[in-house]
């Protein structure tokens, strides 16, 4: 089963924010996606993902064509997302904040209660499951996002900067995280990130951005010795 996006073009006005784009995501593989800042990186995600309609171009679910499809859609198509914001429920508990996903999708509340309360567990926040969601850490704050988009019980999750904020235990954490839940449930993960650490060790391919379009794709061996990565992106982070 693939996630593909055929040759994708977004403009805003004038500006080209993502030009001729492809990519593919295999259920059970780990992709990342880099570039510097704007690159058109959450671009492709919201197109992704059904937040934004392509000027030109095309989504798929294998064969089947999902351009078309409401925003609420494409959690039916099997595709998932979380944000570079985390936007919780914060007059809700987390287990509540969770049980609305399912709930929007079809489970009973009683259902939804018993699903949220199981998936809460493997992502370590058994303890906190009553807790009011305005009192968490900001990293319980991302694994309550995480386990939202999860709720959909999606073929093909997009994370947008999950490691956003996080200190470096906390991204090494979400890094073993991320992993485990390849495969625990078997979906395909795309990765946003400007952590390089933990696109390098993560993911198997990586595909650049820059400009909106694509400079590169490979593996993390191949991206981090492409000059060209190295010149718009790369040679401004550690990754020695």
Do not use: W
């Not at 595709?79 to 429920?89: E, G, K, S």
């Not at 073993?176 to 990765?191: F, P, Q, Y």
Request: glycine share 10%; hydrophobic share 40%.
């Amino acid at each position: 089963m693939q996630l593909s996006a055929r040759a994708v073009t977004v403009r805003f006005g004038g500006l080209l924010a993502v030009q001729d784009v492809s990519l593919t995501l295999a259920r059970g593989e780990i992709l990342g996606l880099i570039g510097p800042n704007g690159a058109g990186k959450t671009t492709l995600v919201n197109v992704l993902s059904g937040f934004q309609r392509p000027q030109s171009g095309s989504i798929h679910v294998d064969n089947a064509d999902c351009t078309r499809l409401t925003r609420h859609g494409f959690p039916r198509a099997g595709i998932a997302r979380t944000f570079q914001a985390v936007r919780l429920f914060r007059n809700l508990t987390v287990s509540e904040n969770v049980e609305t996903s399912y709930v929007a999708h079809g489970s009973g509340r009683a259902e939804a209660r018993r699903r949220a309360r199981d998936l809460l567990a493997d992502l370590g926040l058994a303890e906190k499951m009553d807790f009011p969601a305005a009192g968490l850490s900001y990293g319980e704050q991302r694994r309550v996002g995480l386990g939202r988009a999860l709720a959909v019980d999606p073929c093909f999750l997009l994370l947008d900067e999950p490691a956003a904020g996080l200190s470096p235990p906390e991204a090494d954490e979400l890094r073993r995280l991320i992993a485990s839940l390849r495969e625990r449930h078997g979906c395909g993960i795309l990765v946003i990130e400007h952590n390089m650490a933990l696109v390098m060790d993560l993911c198997e391919r990586i595909q650049v951005l820059n400009s909106g379009r694509t400079i590169a794709a490979g593996t993390p061996g191949a991206i981090r010795a492409n000059p060209e990565v190295r010149r718009v992106y790369l040679g401004s982070t550690s990754l020695q």
